[in-house]
């Protein structure tokens, strides 16, 4: 029998946008966490602010983006797809509706129940830290609100492939809460009021996220009627799989807030370094998982439609062709958070209140995250074809299990695992990364099976990952070569003394910053060149590029 033709439309250029637009935003939010941590350090009013965030967060994390993605996309492309616009406009509308209504009410749901909030979800905060956290959740919740109808703003232009503003537009949100930074540390404010200052700057922030994006959606739709109404039969199919998504995006959150509150059983200096930790372990799965996956499924959404066969074809060689150019680069940010994490901390963080001492535990929480980032970003491109299939219940079972279960070991982990060791309780903080981690690939492996029984088994990249980590394995070595050789050279002790242990880096004999650059400098480099060597199409496409602009290829 004749096979179809299934060579699906490239999205790669769809992924690139999402790619620069995702890395605009990490770039300067990044420069928002170093400004942040020079001036806050990772003290009470930084620990403060950290789990105030977590708790306002729950509105994005369950109306939002990833929830948008999942119900409202693959509905919202499919008519278009099928070239039923006016009824595409009249579905985006209703739903804008219908999110502004619950967010309203949520929204004003969390402002009467902040203090029990706080104590759900920090209950080692008393005093001081409690109040101001309370009086930091009552700022922050009104904006992320604002933050969902931005999300639902980057639905309609993933949709029409008009990736890179609905990604770079958290520029604004960034930007807004660097400028209430910088502003009080002008004035030389207290710290508590620094934090406040932070809060109204994430309002301002939310607010200019939203609004840059809405003039090009307005352009989009053709007509704009944002009325709640359940009347279309498309709607309903939204919120089909809305329910579910929500679901499976509360288990999610709940997840994030397990892990806030076992943090503040131990010290606010271990909220406040997790937080700086997980900022850097997002990085990664922000830029390669969510732009491959955002980019893919409003493809795979169209391709969903064809016959069971083509539509099996498509989506297996989408899903080979996404998972391959994941690995090119997530295998080697898996390595360098085990090998670099004090390279990264201190080139990214350590100034001002931020010390050495701060650098390295983020180090040891970077090492858990190095075990999550593999399965983190593969497991987002399986749940984006469920999506495509108008299946959110398959991802909602599998991320229960993994929440359940993560709960259940991450607190013998967390409160007894470190005395077990003998090791100080603080440390109990690394272990949140490294169940998180493992739960990650427990998830990921069910979703791999269950997507393989309903399109057909995915091939092998045990071949093309082996080559993969070998390199990376190289560019570590190179890297520690070169820590070893500097140490040598300024005649410093690689394991400084002090509180349980120390980094690789030779500070103070060396200033941090280029040291830092020279080591992660070495290790790119030389992943790019063994990689070259191999042969592997994404690192010669990318020094192709590089060649190009200057003037070589």
Not at 21 to 42: D, E, M, P, T
Not at 292 to 299: G, N
Not at 428 to 443: H, N, P
Request: with cysteine.
């Amino acid at each position: 029998m004749p096979q179809p033709s299934t060579k699906p439309a490239s999205s790669g250029r769809g992924a690139t946008l999402v790619a620069a637009g995702i890395l605009a935003s990490r770039l300067v939010g990044l420069v928002r966490q170093k400004v942040f941590a020079h001036v806050l350090g990772s003290g009470l009013e930084a620990a403060a602010f950290s789990a105030a965030t977590r708790i306002p967060n729950v509105l994005q994390n369950l109306l939002g983006e990833g929830v948008l993605s999942a119900s409202f996309i693959p509905v919202y492309a499919g008519l278009r797809a099928e070239g039923k616009n006016e009824e595409a406009d009249r579905v985006a509308g209703a739903v804008f509706g219908l999110l502004a209504v619950v967010v309203g009410v949520l929204v004003a749901a969390g402002l009467f129940g902040s203090e029990a909030l706080v104590e759900l979800v920090a209950p080692g905060y008393q005093g001081e830290a409690r109040a101001l956290t309370i009086r930091l959740v009552r700022l922050i919740f009104p904006g992320t609100g604002v933050l969902v109808l931005s999300a639902w703003c980057l639905g309609i232009l993933n949709s029409h492939r008009r990736f890179f503003l609905s990604y770079a537009a958290p520029v604004m949100w960034n930007l807004c809460i660097i400028a209430a930074l910088g502003w009080t540390w002008w004035r030389h404010d207290p710290a508590a009021t620094v934090a406040v200052w932070a809060a109204f700057g994430t309002i301002a922030g939310s607010v200019a996220q939203f609004v840059v994006q809405l003039p090009n959606v307005m352009r989009l739709l053709g007509s704009f009627r944002p009325a709640p109404s359940l009347e279309l039969s498309s709607v309903r199919k939204v919120l089909t799989g809305f329910v579910p998504a929500v679901a499976a995006r509360g288990v999610v959150q709940l997840s994030a807030w397990v892990d806030t509150a076992y943090a503040t059983l131990l010290t606010e200096r271990a909220v406040a370094t997790l937080t700086y930790a997980q900022t850097i372990a997002l990085l990664p799965v922000s830029l390669f998982g969510m732009s491959i996956s955002a980019a893919e499924l409003p493809e795979m959404s169209e391709d969903a439609v064809k016959s069971h066969e083509e539509r099996s074809a498509a989506l297996r060689q989408r899903l080979l062709a996404g998972l391959e150019r994941l690995a090119f680069f997530v295998v080697p940010s898996a390595v360098a958070f085990l090998v670099l994490g004090d390279a990264i901390s201190g080139a990214l963080l350590e100034s001002g209140r931020f010390t050495a001492a701060d650098s390295r535990l983020v180090w040891y929480i970077l090492i858990g995250s190095g075990v999550a980032v593999s399965a983190q970003t593969s497991g987002r491109l399986y749940s984006s074809a469920f999506y495509a299939l108008k299946d959110t219940r398959t991802p909602l079972k599998f991320a229960i299990i993994r929440v359940g279960l993560g709960t259940l070991i991450g607190y013998w982990a967390v409160r007894m695992l470190p005395g077990e060791l003998g090791l100080p309780a603080e440390l109990g903080v690394v272990s949140i990364t490294i169940t998180t981690g493992a739960m990650a690939w427990l998830e990921m492996t069910l979703l791999r099976r269950a997507l393989t029984k309903e399109i057909g088994a995915l091939p092998s990249l045990a071949p093309r990952l082996a080559r993969l980590w070998g390199a990376a394995v190289l560019g570590a070595g190179a890297e520690v070569a070169l820590k070893l050789a500097l140490v040598s050279w300024r005649g410093a002790n690689p394991i400084a003394a002090g509180e349980w242990g120390g980094g690789f880096l030779p500070a103070p004999a060396l200033p941090v910053l280029p040291v830092s650059v020279a080591l992660i400098g070495v290790y790119g480099v030389t992943y790019l060149l063994v990689t070259y060597a191999m042969g592997i199409p994404q690192s010669r496409a990318l020094l192709g590029r590089v060649l190009k602009r200057v003037g070589l290829g």
